[in-house]
């Protein structure tokens, strides 16, 4: 090799190996293999080689080309490298700090609840339908079966307003009179009504003088009270977890006849006995019954044609059983505390 | 739901139950719709049915008597202890391999007693320790006094877990089997029992058990003549009518028939008062009843044996009473009532039974009346009462003696020195006699029955029941023949029930002959109606007030079967149209949103009081500040948006922190930032819920749902990688309600605008949907912020009315395109005066930029040396771009140069240098 290539390749590789990073490196290259570089003019220049040189300055001219385009080749993968180790090396992270979590509010427990109940229902064809908080004596008392007086009242402390005949509703059931008017008649019902009720009662940890309730209705020519157990076991199974035992006994309200309570086998014994069911193995989770005949005639319907049920039920008391909430307090009481426990 | 409490040995006089495992009937009488709340173990010991554990059990679960600890013992020896003179030896022989002997100071025991039965304890028993000051259970252990060991204990009644009484040991009859387990021989155990208020008939022991009875289908006993002698009977027309005395003792007027249906009464004559005997008071203490003397005992245990309350007068004490009216009378001084109807007795001159004893020449009369209103009467309690001509008065011929089946009256009560009663059993309209004792605030044992309804047949056997006892527990005798004043009688009842009716209600087939069985066991009876084989004539029981119509009926035959035999089915009715319920989904949809924007869900006290509206209404009478400038504007003030006294208000509140119904949920949600700013960094809350407001000429309220928000502390949470505290204020929470307006599609037509609230301070806006306003949000002002005791930080709150956002939650939005070619960033920064708002220079912007601006950033305000006083510099960040064609910085340049030549015109704004 002529020594002035020699010279070129010895200068040229020393310089590949002092770039230091992508800069240095595309400096080399403009350099030496750039469109005006050493060694694309050692190409221009053959000219000036004598003739009988050029073949051997050619070969040679080109082996130097390429040998340093591979080690350029080379030194730039060794700098993505190292750049990348150097990257990674400071990346070094405790992954056990905490994450930085989005801000995502929660739905109220009793929400949540009512929503579960809702979303159970439906798929028995129930469908929502809200009525009013206050109320009057005739829709709360009078239409389901307790005329004034009656001592079936005594079962709810009653809120009155200032207004004579207008109070805070004592329970949804007014409601079946509202969905009988609105749907009705000669049409089947099924609707769930949910809603706020009040009652004038001490406010302790087992009882408010605020509370949701969710009544449900069904009216058609062929329910009965088998119909009836079929849905509160289906809700139950939903609710509470496939293969719950159920239990009916026999009960009263006014506005349905025959009327039962049905129990749950305790969720958090099994049955066998714990302080939550105070060790009777069950715990209640709805009123129901057939609706009275005399509701069902103050509602639109002939009693002789159609027959219905009716049950109720209290979301807070059923979160309580699910959450193992032992004062039902916390409920309206606004604590973030207690409210963020539930998402 | 009316409490009573049955003890089984009680019980068992009616009908056997001591074969029966009490868990068991307790259980079958709960699913029979009989609740058992509650089993007190006096004695007799639990099965495994019962879940309680030993450990847990506590004075009102009472105490099981162990079977091989506890026993009928006799003693057969006493002698004095040879080393303390207080004390006995006595030897028991109880049935063991050999005597025992005990050491016993009891009172009731002497040296040289023998042949005497005691409740025997062996050590190792489980005892109630006498001692202790709270209810604690002991093992009873060997003791040594002075040099003897005791071996056991003579129990009294504190020991067993039966009463307080440590007197003296119990001492058992003589026919007591020595070695029997105490627990087989006197063990009992009490239901404690919630009855609802269509069981009227089961608040006492004969009705609780014929229920018993029909569900074991065994028969009722009837060891008294007075219930011996209706067995059998059905409709109340067939009831024994009792006899009229021999000579009249009492006269009977009733001028209000409606609400006395039939008084009662029978004379008792020489008792002699005193302490009952110890099984009356045992009985009553089981029932819950505290025992008085022995007419007031028998009166109270013939109420809880048969449900019919009554009421014992002291007889002389009436008859004294009346020779004063007549003295009155006599003086001219008063007309006599003569309406009504009366009892029909024998004429006490023309009688030719003259007793050794005779009778008063001036007889008592009773008169069931009508108070009058304003009439005053003081009670048994000492407290004067005001009456109304709605409630029933018991009065003779003098004045006012009592409230009829509500309370008696002071002065002709029994008391120490009564030789003779008189004994009323009467009935009473339960309408009337619940709201009489509701009215005056005078619930009782007697009202809590009367009020539910009791058959006007019961007093005669009842009372014939409760004089007879009264006799035996002291002394004297009942005068033959009872006062009977019977106006409003009972009628009996028929229903026509055809079994198809029970299979529709039921869904289960339930055979003629085990419906006709079901009803004969309850007493009804039951016959075919006619040759109509499909139906059959129910007769109601006289007892029983509760069954009148078929369902009734279907409702004791399923009861008895069981509610476990009815099948469970999935209906196979027709289902009811379906429809899509919007107003749920888009409340919902909304209460999705605003969790998803950061924001606790929560629910407030719909009641509130009126602390809670003087703190909202704090800075009222503030002056009103310029909303840009910072400044008070002269003579303005926040105005009064709401009158605090206009609320639905409850008549009977239970506090006066909770006597009116919402009106907002701004006081609900300021009281929620307060409770919990104090505890948690960042505050954010929402709630959905109903506001009542009062509608003219309705006596309803409108009943509107409304959205609250309320926002203070800190933005993020401080934390490891954020030292940032910046708090959040007025622009969060306008940030959460416009993103909450733009999912639902809203936003485009939304405007803000600056307003006064007198909740709110400078920063204070209200939002319109087009024309409609939809709400206020803004800051808190400080005065409000202050009564509110929040922390001294910003407090954000909104209102939002509810039914607009529902209204769109169907919005679905159009797509619009996506451009492929490259978008082009410029920033544009222009002075304004102060009083320019940044909507209106965006709207310019906008307008002025056509369709290839696409985006309108505003990222940065400059107020300073820079601008001239009185001006801003808005900064924003303009992007560009078209669907069909790479931008050219002439395009750009073009669009720019109009967007401040308009700014320019319009707003005078200036290009900043
Ligand atoms: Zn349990």
Known sequence: MREDLQLLREGALAGLQTAGDADALEAWRIQYLGRKGTVTDLMRNIGQVPAEERPAYGQAANALKNELSEAFDARQQALVQESLAAEMAAEGVDVTLPGRRPQIGGVHPSNQTLREITDIFATMGFQVFASRDVETDEYNFELLNMPPGHPARDLWDTFYTTTPGVIMRTHTSPGQIHAMKALGPDKPIRVILPGMCYRYEQVSARAEMMFHQVEGLAIGRHITMADLKGVIVEFANQLYGAGRKLRFRCSHFPFTEPSVEADVDCILCGGSGCAVCKYVGWLEIMGAGMVHPTVLRNGGYDPAEWSGFAFGMGPERITMLKSGISDIRYFFGNDLRFLEQFG | ????????????????????????????????????????????????????????????????????????????????????????????????????????????????????????????????????????????????????????MACSERELGISDEHEGIIILPPNAPVGMPLADY????????????NLARDLNII????????????????????????????????????????????????????????????????????????????????????????????????????????????????????????????????????????????????SDILTSDPLPSVLPTIIMRRARDGEKMTTLDGVERELTSDMLMITDTLGTVAVGGVMGGLETEVNDQTRNVLLEAASFDFINNRRTSQTLRLPSEATARFSKGISAEMPVPAGLRCARLMVELAGGEVVEGIEDCYPTEQHSVT??????????????????????????????????????????????????????????????????????????????????????????????????????????????????????????????????????????????????????????????????????????????????????????DRVALFEIGKVYWPVEDDSLPAEPELISIGLTGV???????????????????????????????????????????????????????????????????????????????RACIAELRLAPLVAAVSYRPAMQSISNFPAVKEDLAVVVDEAVLAEQVEQVIRQAGGSLLRDVTLFDIYRGKQVAAGKKSLAYSLTFQADDKTLKDSDVEKVRKRIIARLGQALGAELRA
């Open chain 2, 207 to 350: 009705g609780v058990a014929r229920e018993v009875a029909a569900l074991y289908d065994r028969p009722l006993k009837r060891p008294q003549p007075e219930l011996a002698a209706l067995a059998g009977i059905v409709r109340p027309e067939d009831m024994p009518r009792p006899q009229p005395p021999a000579r009249r003792f009492v006269n009977i007027e009733i001028p209000a028939p409606d609400l006395c249906h039939r008084y009662t009464a029978i004379l008792i004559r020489d008792v002699e008062i005193g302490e009952s005997p110890g099984w009356i008071k045992d009985r009553l203490r089981k029932a819950g009843v505290r025992p008085i003397s022995n007419i007031v005992d028998a009166t109270n245990y013939a109420m809880l044996e048969w449900g019919q309350p009554t009421h014992a007068f002291d007889y002389d004490l009436l008859v004294e009473r009346a020779r004063q009216a007549e003295g009155q009378k006599s003086r001219g001084a008063e007309e006599q009532s003569d309406s009504g109807f009366s009892a029909e007795a024998s004429d006490p001159l023309t």
């Open chain 2, 715 to 793: 933005r993020a949470a401080r934390n490891w990688s954020n030292q940032n505290d910046q708090m959040l204020d007025f622009f969060d929470l306008k940030g959460v309600v416009e993103e909450l307006l733009a999912r639902l599609g809203l936003l485009a037509d939304a405007r803000f605008e600056a307003t006064v609230h007198p909740l709110l301070g400078v920063r204070a806006a209200r939002v319109l949907i087009g024309k409609n306003e939809l709400g206020v949000l803004g800051e808190v002002h400080p005065v409000v912020r202050r009564a509110f005791d929040l922390p001294d930080q």
């Open chain 2, 495 to 680: 229903i026509d029930l055809a079994p198809a009716e029970v299979r529709r209600i039921l869904g289960m087939d339930v055979p003629t002959a085990q419906i006709s069985d079901i009803l004969r066991h309850l007493e009804f009876d039951v016959e075919p109606l006619g040759d109509d084989e499909n139906t059959l004539r129910v007769t109601v029981p006289w007892f029983r007030l509760d069954a009148t119509i078929p369902a009734d009926l279907i409702e004791e035959v399923v009861r008895i079967i069981g509610y476990d035999q009815i099948p469970t089915t999935l209906m196979d009715d027709a289902l009811p149209p379906q429809w899509r319920n919007w107003a749920l989904e888009g409340k919902e949809r909304v209460r999705d949103l605003l969790t998803g924007a950061g924001l606790q869900d929560i629910i407030s006290y719909r009641l509130i009081g009126p602390e809670v509206n003087r703190k909202l209404l704090a800075a009222q009478g503030e002056p009103v500040y310029d909303p840009v400038a910072g400044v008070a504007v002269d003579d303005r003030q926040l105005p009064v948006i709401f009158d605090p006294e206009a609320l639905v208000r409850l008549e009977n509140p239970l506090t006066p922190a909770a006597d009116r119904l919402r009106s907002t949920m701004l006081g609900n949600m300021l009281a929620a930032l307060a409770r919990n700013a104090r505890s948690v």
């Open chain 2, 1 to 152: 739901m009316t409490a009573i409490k049955v003890p089984l040995s009680w019980l068992n006089d009616f009908v056997d139950v001591f074969d029966l495992d009490p868990v068991e009937l307790a259980e079958r009488l709960t699913l029979a719709g009989l609740e058992v709340e509650h089993i007190r173990w006096v004695g007799l010991n639990p099965s495994d049915a019962y879940h309680v554990p030993a450990d847990r059990m506590g004075e009102e679960d009472g105490l099981p008597w162990e079977l091989d600890k506890l026993f009928v013992g006799e003693i057969i020896r006493t002698e004095r202890h040879p080393n303390a003179d207080r004390l006995l030896l006595a030897t028991v022989e109880y049935g063991g391999d050999k005597p025992m002997t005990i050491i016993t100071g009891a009172p009731n025991l002497r040296p040289g007693d023998s042949m005497i039965k005691v409740a025997f304890a062996t050590i190792g028993a489980r005892l109630v320790d006498p001692y202790a000051d709270a209810y604690k259970t002991m093992t009873l252990k060997a003791g040594k006094i002075r040099g003897i060991r005791s071996e056991g």
């Open chain 2, 186 to 197: 006197m063990g009992d155990a009490v239901y404690s029992m919630d009855l609802t208020p």
